[in-house]
Nanobody
Framework: QLQLVESGGGLMQPGGSLRLSCAAS????????IGWFRQVPGKEREGVSC????????YYADSVKGRFTITRDNAKNTVYLQMNSLKPEDTAVYYC???????????????????WGQGIQVTVSS
């Protein structure tokens, strides 16, 4: 069975950087579409970024374009989300999600993902 574990969150000042990791087990990363989502209390979970299982095509929400970068290391079965120029609005619980689909595309829609990590807190504050 596929399991996802997030790490790398914490507290950072505005303008700083954090790198989140999503370690997958049970499936090889070559056949997983990976998405990052975030959620704050009282609001819907929103898509942040995703990366396809083929060709490494990446997509980003408008709110993070130019600041966040998603990458994949298949040898380590790990996907990373590099977050630069952090803003207080980035504060949320971040979730890693996966779909075992071989595709050159990915989606920021929650319903497209079957497997989810436990979530990790990111707080941006001065």
């Amino acid at each position: 069975q596929l399991q996802l574990v997030e790490s790398g969150g914490g507290l950072m000042q505005p303008g700083g950087s954090l790198r989140l990791s999503c370690a997958a087990s049970g499936f090889t990363l070559d056949y997983l579409v990976i998405g990052w989502f975030r959620q704050v209390p009282g609001k819907e979970r929103e898509g942040v970024s995703c990366i396809s299982s083929s060709d490494d095509n990446a997509y980003y929400a408008d709110s993070v374009k130019g600041r966040f970068t998603i990458t994949r290391d298949n040898a380590k079965n790990t996907v990373y989300l590099q977050m630069n120029s952090l803003k207080p609005e980035d504060t949320a619980v971040y979730y890693c999600a996966a779909s075992n689909v071989r595709s050159r595309f990915c989606s920021l829609v929650r319903g497209g993902y079957r497997y989810w990590g436990q979530g990790i807190q990111v707080t941006v504050s001065s």
